[in-house]
């Protein structure tokens, strides 16, 4: 049932056990090289990935280098303080709307890459992050789901320095600098998991455990998130909604993310990303 896919070279790729696809071949030419035109039929990828033959494979995944799954969306979306344990270390009372902010697509970066940090207050927030497939406006929160093509993982760093210089704080550059979008290491299907609004994700940094909860306890929900945010604007195809961060970033704790730091992300059902943190520009 359903599918992983990768972006590896820039090309897209269907994933099982420890083999990579090239979807265009196996498509049989129908669908292309590019990963954004995947995403606005994901039934005919789970056809496509169901009838997978292993000795067809284009090759094994270890050592492959991934990109991050949706590279081009037209938008990204934040949410913040969409938990509550991470509401109150900001100290903030529990949100009545959702909080969001734009990431521009610019920051996002592959699995494995490196995060480059312009400053000594830079920050971690493991999130799940939706990739809408057949896009739509005024979206219903009980249709949401048929409107989601996965679920990928994703790091929503932020320059907390960039991000509280003005006051009130505005999210969106500091959270959008080069490289503050690490995501991957595939986006799954709904259909893969056994319960894609129960998913276990934690943050380790250099070994040491600082983020571990469960999608569960988001304030609101992958559907009502899909519902309000579709009747502002029209979602399209590939379009990505971090969903915010559970407890234990670093800012509240002044843990900012040093030079060298590797920050490790792991969702259950999904997989695990590796960036090491870069200092650029000095600072
Ligand atoms: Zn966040």
Known sequence: MGFRLANIGGRAALT??????????????ELGP???AALSDPARLSAIAAALDESQATGPLAGAVLGPPVPRPSKVFGVGLNYRTHALEAGHPIPDNPLVFTKFPSCLVGPTADVEMRSGHCDY??????VIGPGGRDIAAADAWNHVAGLT???????????FESDPPQFSLGKSYDTFGPTGPVLVSPDTLDDPNDLRLSTHINGEIRQDDTTANMIFTVAELVAYLSGVATLATGDLIFTGTPHGVGGPQGQYLADGDVISTSIEGIGDMTNRCVMAGGA
């Open 153 to 163: 993982a994703g790091q929503d760093i932020s320059d907390r320095a960039l991000q």
């Open 16 to 29: 099982a056990g420890k083999a990579y696809f090239d979807l265009e071949g196996a498509s049989g030419g």
């Open 125 to 130: 927030e493991v999130e799940l992050v939706v």
């Open 34 to 36: 590019d990963p954004m």
